[in-house]
């Protein structure tokens, strides 16, 4: 089963506005990361914020981490075309039984309109 | 700086035909490496990783297999494709287990 779950499925804005997407999840983790994936290619890691973190930044990037309520959001700030890609939330688990393996969500397919 | 390839980049092979997909990883020693399966615009599944020559875990059972006789190359087969393997199937690696993972182009692969 997937642990991170994003939301909304698909976000479609125009160039300039902000872009936020949210990740839940249901157990408790070492770390949560995201990824962007362009169309038909690999998936690049954008930021990872481990559970003892609260906010992350990266460039127009930010990331929150609600430990009390499971749940990261990702903010792109001032959006642009090149943004256009699907987004993905990883997870990986607290537990040693994990086994240190990242879990994926379903994704966030993102649509910037110039 | 480190670099990570698959191939090839698209396959189309018939029900019950073998599969053989390569990746390899130069400048890095010792990585942790993933296979991963991805359906039409859904998220990614974990199918096997390795930490180390010869040490394979399986995460879902299936007909494929996946081998790593070198260092920094993973290989993913199949002695028979059933049309339900058919999608997306991408690499990756880590220095660390649980930490980044660095992807692969990925190979698309359609079972007919």
């Known amino acids: 089963s997937q642990q991170g779950e994003e939301d909304p499925q698909a976000l479609s804005i125009q160039e300039g506005e902000n872009a936020t997407m949210n990740c839940s999840y249901k157990?408790?983790?070492?770390?949560l990361q995201w990824y962007r994936q362009n169309s038909g290619r690999g998936l690049v890691h954008l930021i990872l914020?481990?559970?003892?973190?609260r906010e992350k930044h990266s460039g127009r990037l930010r990331v929150t981490l609600d430990t009390s309520k499971k749940s990261s959001s990702l903010l792109i700030t001032a959006s642009r075309a090149a943004d256009t890609a699907s987004y993905f939330c990883?997870?990986?688990?607290?537990?040693?039984?994990?086994?240190?393996?990242?879990?994926f969500g379903g994704g966030t397919r993102v649509l910037v309109k110039p | 700086s480190q670099t990570i390839h698959q191939w090839p980049a698209t396959l189309v092979q018939p029900v019950g035909s073998p599969l053989s997909l390569e990746c390899t990883v130069e400048?890095?020693?010792?990585?942790?490496l993933y296979w991963y399966r991805q359906a039409a615009g859904r998220g990614l599944q974990l199918l096997f990783y390795?930490?180390?020559?010869?040490?394979i875990s399986s995460e879902v059972p299936q007909n494929l297999s996946a081998s790593r006789p070198q260092d920094r190359q993973f290989i993913l087969s199949s002695k028979k494709l059933l049309l339900s393997d058919s999608g997306f199937y991408l690499c990756?690696?880590?220095?660390?287990?649980?930490?980044?993972?660095?992807f692969g182009p990925g190979t698309r692969l359609l079972v007919l």
């Open positions: 990756a690696w880590s220095v660390l287990a649980g930490e980044t993972q660095y």
């Open positions: 157990t408790s983790i070492n770390n």
């Open positions: 914020i481990r559970s003892n973190e």
């Open positions: 990883a997870t990986v688990g607290g537990f040693k039984a994990a086994g240190n393996k990242l879990t």
């Open positions: 400048g890095t020693s010792n990585p942790n």
């Open positions: 390795s930490v180390g020559i010869g040490q």
